[in-house]
């Protein structure tokens, strides 16, 4: 351990701080470093092969005597399992093998349960041998609904005491089975600060309203699956999956073989969203009919099994009530809020309220329900983006009752400095002054507001990655690293920090991931995969850079490598070039494996900020919202590849804007079925729905780790939602309570304000 | 997708004697008898392709009529420098139907024929009154987008656009079959779920459309056609209409109009007609219209927004014709 002096902050704010720093571990860069290949604009490595279609997926994976997998599932919402026969789709044409997923005598709990699964040599036979399955199923009563569930009369979905569900690596606030449950309804999940009740009493405006969210589905454009392969008793699987490591630790349990006998490998992925940490019940399936068949089988779930079975974000109804004082300083919040995750739990909602704005007297009450519906699992933020819809609707309430502009109370009760200066950053972009008069502009039946809104998120990555970085006797240099680029340009990443690192051109390193044959990579989960993966590939290039600088006859201690060139690291002044200096290297060239350290301990504790815009247009006799503009000013460290950062910010927004107009899983209440598994019915914005988007990045350098990185996958899409709702309140100049906002919903928010005006 | 086996016909009249086996289906474009195959809701034995049928001439202008073939394109539709002139309410609504790639491949024909989109019709699970069953799951379940009139006993919505603006121009249906063709005016073509919920045409076992006929463009007509819906980019309708004006200045001396995506077929509205003949075309004569094509909606449970949405459509319509 040394100890190391930096300098923490963000624009305007800086404070110098002494951190330890482990041994073999480079400090964080300095803020006055001048990168040579960070924080610019480069396109993703991988983005020929992607475009061009080159780029195999594991979706696209074909091998061999390939058979193809797929499940019989229960089209009851709840019924026990009574018989099932799998000898007639044994006899089909086509047929390989098939396997009982569930037991006769098994309670199903959801529409679309995995019962059995075939293996044949067609999709097409594979469909037809899982018709003729004999299945025998004892229907019982069942509920869907959020607050029918709640009844004391409804249908139990877990009888038993214990609630069964299922955690898998990723999965955040799961069902927690110490709480006590009452019928379906699981919690509270509780919380207290200060005196709420006192608060409330001495508040001089208090507002009080319920909220509601949708279920949103995950809606991965490249299904959840594999392609399970046997060689002897090692098993490869192609896994769509956003954990290489935690599918092939599932994959070994669930298969009853060594980890070290099961390899993963992910090299392209389309779309996990939180949804594809585990093995999965389709990877388990699909090993299980590859063994008995004797031959390779792809399990990968249609359109309409996506809908049904791989994940959701639950929904909610959150009650809140919230007291200020007439300064505009907020005293008071209570939060009631109920969701469902279906047979899964993970509904809570409070992260927002109880960490954004500074309030003293904070009361949370979290109720997990169960319905007979696929069950939840992590989704980008999990209970973020639903919680930050209705904590800040509730702010620009208040704001309004109290006469207050909405960024104005925003700016006076927010205690982060850096989210302040988003504020700023963002109002003076977006040109939140021109508010009124946008409004006042609004000519005929369309009307146009502005909203902002507040985001929150925590991770800062941790232990447990390593990777492999060797530099060849040519200068060139390769980082071996067992991480799978989900789509979010993680491989760019790598490329990137080795690079600069190793004071090399991106052109100079090459980068392989996605294979559990690599060194240990992080599941992508989190908002956590550059902060957990980059101070490892930073600590790795640094050692073999030293290395090499040994080999080739400099004193690493006094001797860097910038820009090609072998530079005395006092004065800056090039010595040689990198290459040369590379030829005196050992054939085999130098490697060195390293660790990610932990997190500094002294360093700038913090959250993750942010803050977005929304300009709206509302067609007020048609309900109908479309969004113009958005300003999304974030915040994660520093940024590796501003290009990448960018994109992921749009489509966080773009996510952000689907959920607050479009998405909505629709369950039949009377048969227990989603009536819109696909996504036609289910309805995802397209590009004419997709507004002009503006990223905005303020970086922040805390010294948590070697990069002074944190992630911005989750945090991008958490107020995107509760902004637009903002600005169709302030257009139409009715409170929107509800998500999405349908034609519907704003109809009804103009006819509500209409009978409360007369 | 059932198995099945699969000709592809070189034409109508081949097509027409294919498809007259009563297991078999006939696929132009596909983009929506696939979906059904795919979702086994229909397991023809037997697809006749007539998307390789090469048509002579997309669209025939004459002095008696305009005849499009049944098989050109909605992108057609949606660019053809004629129809856009003439018939401009057609050439909108093609050009707002689902995607670009669909528009590419979905034929007039098959847009004018394509089964509705209720999705309890389109899932497997439901064996609704459409399939042969006794329910309608709309009626009493998630029906915000299903009719606002003719409820009973299919609650379902005719889902073509074209449908729609075809209706207005008071067109009809061409078709061929190997006992021979006729000509029937769309309005008698499509057909309520009275008698029989299980269809929405009239067209018999081997009965092929081969064209669509519009009366020629009337000097004095004015036409649009307006869809509301929720998502911008490939949405069905929550509700359209068409009109057609025959305008003498700004007075208005016929009219046609039409609902869409309200009830099993598009509605022509009479009343509406009856409160825009003679009169001068303004925003409070276009609400009046609204008003009377509305007024004998039945909406259920969910769906009275849809009412506050057609009138909006109507309206707009009938003033966009206006000019």
């Known amino acids: ?758 | 997708m059932k198995a099945f086996t699969f000709v592809e016909a070189s034409d109508f009249e081949t097509a027409a004697r294919e498809a007259a086996r009563p297991d078999a289906a006939i696929k132009a474009g596909g983009t929506d008898l696939l979906d059904r195959m795919k979702e086994r809701t229909d397991e023809p034995a037997h697809l006749v392709g007539i998307s390789g049928i090469v048509p002579r001439e997309k669209i025939r202008v004459e002095s008696s009529a305009t005849t499009l073939h049944a098989l050109v394109t909605l992108a057609f539709l949606a660019e053809d420098p004629a129809v856009r002139r003439h018939y401009p309410a057609l050439a909108e609504a093609a050009a707002g139907a689902a995607t670009p790639q669909i528009r590419n491949m979905a034929t007039l024909g098959g847009n004018v024929c394509q089964r509705p989109r209720c999705w309890y019709f389109r899932l497997e699970d439901y064996e609704c009154r459409k399939k042969g069953g006794v329910d309608c799951f709309a009626f009493h379940g998630e029906n915000q987008f299903h009719a606002i009139f003719h409820t009973e006993p299919c609650a379902c919505v005719h889902p073509s656009a074209t449908a729609t603006a075809l209706m207005a121009y008071g067109a009809t249906v061409v078709t061929t079959a190997p006992g021979g063709g006729r000509e029937v005016p769309l309005d008698q073509f499509l057909v309520l779920p009275d008698a029989d919920p299980t269809v929405e045409t009239i067209l018999k076992n081997g009965e092929v459309v081969t064209a669509i006929k519009l009366p020629p463009p009337h000097p004095a007509a004015k036409s649009a056609y307006v869809k509301i819906k929720h998502k911008q980019t490939f949405d069905w309708p929550l509700a359209d209409a068409a009109v057609v004006l025959h305008m003498d200045g700004r007075t208005c001396r016929q009219a046609r109009v039409v609902l869409g995506a309200v009830a099993p077929v598009p509605l022509r509205r009479p009343k509406a007609e009856e409160a825009l003949a003679g009169r001068a075309i303004d925003a409070s004569v276009a609400r009046q219209a609204a008003e009377q094509a509305l007024a004998d909606a039945t909406p259920l449970a969910k769906n009275g927004y849809k009412v506050t949405l057609a009138k909006v459509a109507l309206e707009r319509a009938i003033l966009a014709a206006a000019g």
């Open chain 1, 1 to 758: 351990m040394s100890k190391e002096t930096i300098e923490t902050g963000f624009d305007d704010h800086w404070e110098k701080r002494t951190i330890e720093v482990a041994s073999g571990d480079p400090a964080p860069w300095s803020p006055k470093r001048r990168f040579d290949v960070l924080g610019k604009r480069v396109p993703r490595l991988d983005g020929p092969a992607k475009a061009s279609g080159a780029a195999v997926y594991s979706i696209d994976v074909r091998l061999p005597g390939m058979l193809h997998g797929r499940f019989l599932r229960s089209s009851y919402p709840a019924a026990t399992l009574t018989s099932l026969d799998l000898e007639p789709a044994r006899r089909m044409p086509g047929v390989k093998a098939a396997i009982a997923v569930a037991q006769p005598g098994t309670p199903l709990r959801f529409a679309g349960q995995e019962v059995a699964a075939v293996a044949a040599d067609t999709p097409e036979h594979a469909e037809d041998a899982v018709r003729a399955i004999v299945a025998k199923y004892d229907p019982k009563p069942f509920v869907v609904d959020l607050e029918k569930a709640q009844e004391p009369s409804a249908p139990l979905v877990f009888e038993a005491t214990r609630v069964e569900t299922k955690t898998t690596a990723g999965d955040i606030q799961r069902g927690n089975r110490s709480l006590p449950r009452k019928g379906n309804v699981m919690g509270p999940r509780a919380s207290n600060k200060g005196d709420v009740d006192k608060a409330f009493s001495e508040a001089d405006v208090i507002v009080e309203r319920t909220y509601r969210t949708q279920v949103q589905t995950h809606t991965c454009l490249e299904t959840h699956g594999v392609v399970a392969r046997w060689q002897g008793d090692e098993l490869t699987v192609w896994a769509s999956t956003q954990g290489i490591f935690s599918v092939r630790e599932e994959m070994a349990e669930a298969l009853g073989v060594p980890k070290s006998k099961v390899r993963v490998i992910t090299e392209y992925m389309g779309g996990g969203f939180g949804s594809k940490f585990g093995a999965g019940v389709y990877g388990v399936a699909a090993g299980r009919l590859a063994r008995e068949a004797g031959a390779p089988v792809k399990l990968f779930l249609d359109r309409k099994e996506e809908q049904l079975s791989a994940g959701n974000r639950p929904n909610s109804i959150q009650w809140i009530k919230a007291g200020a004082k007439k300064d505009g300083t907020l005293v008071a919040l209570h939060l009631i809020s109920h969701g469902t995750g279906g047979v899964n739990g993970g509904a809570g909602t409070s992260g927002p309220l109880k960490n954004i704005y500074e309030c003293p007297n904070v009361r949370t009450e979290e109720y997990d329900v169960f319905t007979n519906a696929g069950p939840s699992s992590a989704m980008r933020a999990p209970g973020h983006p639903q919680g930050c819809f209705a904590l800040e609707a509730t702010m620009d309430e208040l704001a309004e009752r109290l006469g207050m502009d909405p960024y104005q109370f925003r700016m006076k009760n927010d205690p982060s400095p850096v989210r302040r200066k988003e504020f700023e950053m963002g109002a003076d972009k977006f040109g939140w002054s021109r508010r009124e008069a946008l409004r006042k502009s609004s000519d005929g039946p369309v009307k146009r507001g502005m909203g902002m809104a507040a985001s929150v998120w925590y991770n800062t990555g941790g232990t447990g990655p390593k990777a492999t970085v060797t530099i060849h006797r040519d200068g060139s240099a390769e980082v071996v690293h067992g991480l799978q680029d989900i789509g979010t340009g993680t491989r760019t990443m790598v490329a990137l920090v080795a690079a600069e690192e190793l004071g090399l051109p991106l052109e100079r390193v090459t980068v392989k991931v996605g294979d559990t044959d690599y060194p240990y990579g992080p599941g992508s989960g989190g908002s956590t995969t550059t902060p957990s993966s980059s101070p490892a590939i930073r600590r790795a290039a640094w050692g073999a850079k030293r290395r090499a600088l040994e080999q080739a006859g400099f004193n690493p201690d006094t001797h860097d490598v910038r820009r090609g060139s072998v530079i005395d690291a006092a004065s800056g002044r090039p010595m040689a070039s990198f290459e040369q200096a590379c030829h005196k290297l050992p054939a085999e060239g130098v490697s060195f494996t390293a660790d990610r350290a932990d997190n500094h301990e002294d360093a700038w504790k913090r959250f993750i900020n942010g803050t977005q815009f929304a300009e709206v247009e509302v067609d007020t006799e048609t309900g109908i919202v479309s969004v113009k503009r958005v300003v999304a000013v974030h915040d994660c460290g520093v940024p590796i590849n501003l290009l990448g950062l960018e994109s992921q910010i749009h489509g966080g927004v773009i996510q952000g804007v689907s959920y607050a107009l479009f998405e909505d899983r629709t369950l039949d209440v009377a048969t227990g079925h989603m009536v819109n598994p696909n996504i036609d019915f289910y309805k995802v914005a397209g590009a004419l729905d997709v507004p002009e988007i503006e990223a905005m990045i303020l970086p922040v350098y805390d010294g948590v780790n070697n990069t002074d990185t944190t992630g911005i996958g989750e945090p991008a899409t958490v107020p995107t939602a509760a902004a637009i709702a903002n600005a169709v309140s302030h257009a139409i100049g009715a409170r929107i309570d509800q998500i999405p906002i349908t034609p519907h919903v704003v109809l009804a928010a103009l006819s509500r304000a209409r009978e409360e005006r007369s």
